[in-house]
């Protein structure tokens, strides 16, 4: 049987490479928001963001890798996320398309404020500064509301070509092999760049004003 936890470590490990806005990842112009990583996170002291519901504060939804797109804006404060999941055989890949499927419900976005108050590697500024929607430095958590969910699945090779023969993704499902998520520096792959340009709502327009 795999070792699913390391596979798992060599996963996260990859994705704190992955830039704070990752390559090819749609940035309307002239817009102020910003795209920070909230998993997974450089330290491991320091809490990190994770999706809800409201009224639930059991069922929390922790991505593999998660960035968040920020609105710029104080008085219309929301985030657009990216999770990527990685799935290492088929009831782990229900589980985790279930938590992104179509709901009523609203989805929220919990940001620490030991990780607003952090500032990123190779960074000056910490992250509520950042972000454009905390007039003062938290001392409580930021939850915000989520305006737009993708989701990037990186399966197994078996699973992902069946999957590719016969699923029909939802507008807001992408794939990809787990080794290309695995592999050293893999979101410079050219491959990995076009699919993440096709991720964002750009990929829904003729052009961009």
């Not at 994705?15 to 996170?41: N, S």
């Amino acid at each position: 049987m795999p070792d699913y936890s390391n596979l798992d470590a060599q996963v996260r490990r990859q994705l704190r490479k992955w830039p704070q806005h990752p390559q090819g990842l749609w940035h309307r112009p002239g817009h102020r928001g910003v795209w920070l990583r909230g998993r997974p996170g450089d330290n491991p002291e320091i809490a990190q963001p994770f999706l809800k519901y409201p009224g639930s504060n059991h069922l929390k939804t922790l991505p593999d890798g998660l960035w968040l797109m920020f609105s710029g804006d104080a008085t219309e404060p929301f985030v657009d996320i990216l999770a990527i999941e990685a799935c290492w055989n088929y009831a782990n890949f229900l589980d985790k398309r279930s938590r992104f499927a179509a709901s009523t419900q609203s989805m929220l976005a919990v940001c620490p404020a030991t990780w607003l108050r952090a500032v990123p590697p190779g960074e000056a500024v910490p992250r509520w500064r950042q972000i454009g929607v905390a007039q003062r430095e938290p001392d409580g958590p930021l939850v915000l509301p989520v305006r737009d969910v993708r989701v990037l699945y990186a399966l197994r090779d078996k699973h992902y070509r069946t999957f590719a023969e016969v699923l029909v993704p939802h507008a807001h499902e992408f794939f990809c092999p787990v080794d290309q998520l695995i592999a050293d520096n893999g979101f410079r792959d050219q491959g990995m760049t076009d699919l993440m340009s096709r991720i964002t709502v750009a990929a829904n327009f003729l052009r961009l004003p």
